[in-house]
C-alpha cells in the first residue's frame, strides 16, 4: 500500500476495522454494484461529470450507462472499433471507492465481514480482531480480458493446482487446490470482457453460471464461489446480434445493452483527436491550422461513407489520431531540417501521414482492387475539396486557375523550407491576397503563410481546377480529360449536398 498519510491512518487489523468508518453494518452486505450506485449518486447529487474526458457521449450513451449502473445492471457496450468502449469501461473504476479493505494475503480479496475461501474463513476463526487487514485501491480493482476463441474455463475461472494438493496433503477437488483465474481474482470489483462473442460456448456457459448461481465447476468438481463482481462488456454489434454467438441464457443476464457511436459532428472528431493525439513537440511554437485538424477529422468521416471500406469494422478514431501525430511528425521534420522554430503542417504532411491511416482501413472488394494506397489518397483529397468549400465557397479564385493556365508552375514539397515557398507562392497573382478566409493576420508567421497558400491550391486541385504531379508540381490542369462527364461532376462537388455531420441519434 502506498504510505500517503490517509492510508498510513487506515486501521491494519480487523478489530481496529470494525470500529472504523468501514463497519460491519456499513461493509458486509455492499456489493460492487451498490458502491458503484452510491458513488454514482453523490456524483449526480454534486452535479459533476460522469466520465470526464470522453467527449460526445453526453446526451447518448453517458445516461444510458448511468441508468445501468443505478439498476445494478450487468452490462454491454455494442459498438465499432476506436469508439472509445475501453476507455468508458475502465473509467467505470473511478465510480469506486478510494480504499477497499480485505483480508491480507487472499487471492481473491475476501470482505474481512464476508470471506469466501477456506483460508480465509479459518484465519478469521483462529485470530479473530487481530486479523491483518489490507486495502484495494480502484485502479486494482479492475480486471480486463480479450476475449479470443482459446480462452479456457481455466483462464476465466480456475483449475485444480496439484502441486497445491500434495504440498498442503489436500485433496483434489478441496477449495484449497484451487488455482484462481481472472474472474475470482477479480472479486469485489470490475471485470471487463472485451469482444465476448469470441468467447467459446462452453466458457459463456461457465461464465452465465457464475453470474446466476455463484457456482462454477473445476475439472468436474463443483466449486462454490458466489463472486462479487461487476461485469462489464464489449462488443461489435453485428456480432453480438449473430444467432448463436451468444447463448441465450447469458445474453438474459446482461441488464443493458448500450449502443456507442462515432462523433456525431465534425467538432466533436476535432476535440477527442486534439485530447488523444501526441502534441507536445519541443519547438519554440507549433501552430496547427483549424482547416489541417478539419482535413485530418474528415478523412475519418469521409472514409465511414464511403462504399469502399467495410461498414461492419468501421474507422476507428485512432484514424485520425495518428494521422495528426504522423503529419505533425513531418512538420516537425521538416523544421528541423530548415533550421525553422515554428512548426506549422501543411497539407502535404497530411498525404505523408499515409502510413497513419492505410492500416486502419478495412476495405470491400472494391477498395482492394484499387489499392489501400489510392483509397487513402481519394479519401484525403475529398476531405481537402469539402474543407476547401467551407471556407472558399464563395471566394472568386478564377485569377489564380488563370495563372496556372497562361502556363504557371510551382513545385511545393513538404520538405520545402518557409522561406524558400514563400517566394514562389508570392509570384502567383492573387494568392497570398486570397487568404484572408482562414483569418490569416498581417504579422503571421511565415511557415503559417506557406501553408494556408499550400491548401488553396490543393483545394483547386482537389476540385480538379488546377493539376499537380506526382512531384508535387502544381500546374494547369490537362485538358482536355479522359474521364466521363458525370464523373468529373461529382468530382467537383457539383450535384453534391453540402457536407452534413451525421445524425447523432441515427443508431437508434
Ligand atoms: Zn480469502
Redesign the pocket.
Known sequence: MSSSPSSRALPTTLGELRKSEFSESRLRDRRVKDELRDNLMQRLRDGQSIFPGVIGFDDTVVPQIVNAVLSRHNFILLGLRGQAKSRILRALTTLLDTHTPY?RG?E?H?NPYA???R??RDLIAQQGDATPIDYLAADDRYVEKLATPDVTIADLIGDIDPIKAARGGHDLGSEFTVHYGLLPRANRGIFAINELPDLAGKIQVGLFNIMQEGDVQIKGYPVRLPLDVALVFSANPEDYTARGKIITPLKDRIGSEIRTHYPGTLEEGIAITAQEAWQQRKADRVVIPRFVREIIERIAFVAREDKKIDKRSGVSQRLPISCMENVLSNAERRALVNRETVVVPRVSDIYAAMPAITGKLELEYEGEMKGGDVVARELIRAAIAKTFDVYFADADLAQIVQWFDLGGEIRLTDTASASDAIAGLKKIQGLVERLTPLGLGAKEPVELQVSSAEFVLEGLHAHKRIGRSEERVFSAEKQPRREPVVERDRERGGDEPPFRPRNRRSFN
Do not use: A, E, S, T
Open positions: 483480508v487472499c481473491i475476501d470471506p469466501l475461501c483460508r480465509c
